[in-house]
């Protein structure tokens, strides 16, 4: 009777049936280190399939015009335009700091004259009726108005002078043969500005010419 369950690894295995490797590095038996199995050999064809790039590859950088005169060109002028805009940017930068902090500037100070306006004109009305002529509080006044001087302030406004409705504020009209244009013929109230800004308009008695 034959047997019909050869030796594992004879001629006679079936196709179908699992088959072990004993991948340990040492050897159960003799106890000796096993030699590592040689790698298999990549198949034709495939070969630099998954190669990485060298690393001598020309790299896509500035350097790459170096030796091209036109490209050194090129980059030279791309370089110089972005620094031309980086200057302008710059410039417009400081211009636009430089009005933004004037603009503060007077702005305090008309906000400044507006809170003032009932002291200087009391100092006025003082002055005119002669009380200004000396004493501590002539000196005070003084000093008052050179320090707002010292900021752009100025008092406008005086007989005699042509009316300008920009400055002038009329609060009472007359008729005259002695002004060939309308006129400023009594000041009620002095004008006040702060550079070019009007902070209020002199308030005036204007003479038109008669009818």
Do not use: C
């Not at 003799?30 to 990485?52: D, K, L, M, N, Q």
């Amino acid at each position: 009777m034959t047997d019909q369950h050869q030796a594992p690894g004879g001629s006679g295995d079936e196709p179908d049936r699992p088959r072990f490797t004993d991948k340990r590095r040492i050897d159960p038996e003799t106890g000796a280190v096993r030699e590592a199995p040689a790698a298999p050999a990549e198949e034709p064809g495939h070969a630099g399939r998954h190669a990485a790039p060298a690393d001598d590859a020309p790299a896509q950088t500035d350097d790459a015009v170096a030796g091209d005169p036109s490209g050194a060109e090129a980059l030279a002028a791309e370089r110089l335009a972005d620094l031309q805009r980086l200057q302008a940017e710059y410039v417009n930068y400081r211009k636009r700091v430089d009005r933004d902090r004037l603009v503060a500037r007077d702005q305090t100070v008309v906000a400044m004259i507006e809170a003032l306006l009932g002291v200087l004109d009391d100092v006025e009305l003082a002055r005119q009726h002669g009380e200004l002529a000396d004493g501590p509080f002539a000196s005070i006044a003084e000093k008052l108005e050179t320090t707002l001087g010292r900021f752009g302030w100025e008092r406008f406004g005086a007989t005699g002078e042509a009316f300008d409705p920009t400055v002038h504020e009329a609060l009472m009209h007359a008729h005259s043969d002695d002004v060939t244009e309308p006129t400023v013929v009594q000041v009620l109230q002095p004008g006040h500005r702060v550079g070019d800004r009007v902070v209020r308009a002199a308030r005036v008695a204007v003479a038109e010419p008669g009818a």
